[in-house]
């Protein structure tokens, strides 16, 4: 019941920055918790940030330091703001949304997924 399409990939040189968007529709509204991840080809899914609905961030990853998670609840939107970006930052992007329903049943949904590349 929660839709999430990214936005804001694309490639980049050496030490610059993105903005990868996050726009959420559907039962948003029991959304408690939103994070991106990334994965290149043949390995995991790896957390990025994450941000709880009471506004709580974590980061994780070689990553840590330079990016910064943030969300727009007027417009349903969570951002990830990545400066200084390295060529390890290459990958593909995933916007992760978990809707809780009761205290012991919650759903998870992924976005499709944007390209960063990071040329040297």
């Known amino acids: 019941q929660v839709q999430l399409v990214e936005s804001g990939g694309g490639l980049v040189e050496a030490g610059g920055s993105l903005r990868l968007s996050c726009a959420a529709s559907g039962s948003t509204f029991s959304i408690d918790a939103m994070a991106w991840y990334r994965q290149t080809p043949g390995n995991q899914r790896n957390l990025v940030a994450v941000i709880t609905s009471g506004g709580t961030t974590d980061y994780q990853g070689s990553a840590k330091g330079r990016s910064t998670i943030s969300r727009d609840d007027a417009k349903n939107t969570v951002y990830l703001q990545m400066n200084s970006l390295q060529p390890e930052d290459t990958a593909v992007y995933y916007c992760?949304?978990?809707?809780?329903?009761?205290?012991?049943?919650?759903?998870?949904?992924w976005g499709q997924g944007t390209q960063v590349t990071v040329s040297s």
């Open positions: 992760y949304a978990h809707r809780r329903v009761a205290f012991n049943e919650g759903y998870d949904y």
